[in-house]
């Protein structure tokens, strides 16, 4: 498996994960709550690259991030999630995640409160998110 494929497979968890902290299992549009939604898929059949959705009432494409807390996050869903798991503060995120100072600032500032970010703290605490080996691979357990 070439590196660009393990890099979108973890990416693919991790924002199965954000799907999940947000939609509990029924996805549904940001713009018209409409539960009538599917994946987009790439050619190959799996997910599209940018893990989009489309809404069969609006007819409107839309991510896990839009209307949320994330919609203008641009962090990986891999990164975010790591960074929820194991830092503390932004400092901390910066140093152990590779991202800017400022992108780290500006995800404690997003992750402190909203409802998503609590459902996420506290799937980790269940256990429900494990870290698994050195790459800080994370699956719904
Ligand atoms: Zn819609």
């Known amino acids: 498996m070439n590196s660009d494929i393990a890099e979108m ?3 693919q968890g991790a924002t199965e994960i954000l799907e999940f902290a947000r939609w509990n ?3 549904e549009c940001p713009r018209c709550e409409s ?3 599917r994946q987009v898929k ?5 997910r599209n690259k940018r893990f989009l959705w489309r809404c069969h009432s609006c007819k409107k494409q839309f991510t896990v991030r839009i209307g949320s807390e994330l919609e203008n996050c641009k962090i990986s869903a ?3 999630i790591n960074a929820i798991i194991e830092c503390k503060n932004a400092f901390q995120a910066y140093k152990l995640l590779g991202i800017s100072y400022m ?3 500006f995800l404690f500032d997003r992750i402190r409160e909203p409802r998503m970010m609590i459902t996420l703290k506290a799937m980790c605490k269940q ?4 870290k698994a080996g050195h790459r800080s691979f994370i699956n719904i357990a």
């Not at 790439?42 to 799996?46: A, I, L, R």
């Open 42 to 46: 790439s050619k190959s059949g799996g």
């Open 9 to 11: 497979n973890l990416e």
């Open 103 to 105: 992108s780290a600032l």
């Open 25 to 27: 299992g029924k996805p």
């Open 127 to 130: 256990g429900m998110i494990k």
């Open 78 to 80: 891999l990164k975010l």
């Open 35 to 37: 539960e009538s939604v």
